[in-house]
């Protein structure tokens, strides 16, 4: 009777363990806040969507607790470079204003004025590299190569398969 006992025991104990880690995941479970956040399960913890702002988290329970992390918004990114890039736009008309204040004309240029493409800017030191492209010489002289290292290739497979079936192919 003393084994059907412990048993008993041990079974309340495990019961009242298990129902209070479920009461303590349940009041630990991140809060509404009144309708402020909409929850949604993800993997092992939620994704929180803040109403008001429209910030995205994610939550999860650790050994610490639950902690939730701001989800990267690449729209916010998106915008905040937009912006700067407009500002640095702006910026740079001014400056073109002032350097010329009448640069517009509104005849025509010549059509061999229109056609000459500007020559690229090289800074001192540095050197334009070409690199010719191979010869039809060239091409018939690697397809050779090609050609005989194949052919090289077959015949030491061949060679191989022999010696394993001992002269047979």
Known sequence: ??????LSKLSIAVAAVLISSGAATAQTAPDTENGRYALSPAGDGFLRLDTRTGAVSTCTNSSAGWACYMVPDERAALDAEIGRLQTDNEKLKGELAARAP???TDEALPKSDQLKKPEPKVAEGE???EIPLPSDRDMDRMMSFVERAWRRLIEMANRVQRDVNGGKI
């Open 127 to 129: 050197r334009k590299i």
């Open 1 to 6: 009777m003393p084994i059907a006992m412990s």
């Open 102 to 104: 009448s640069a517009k």
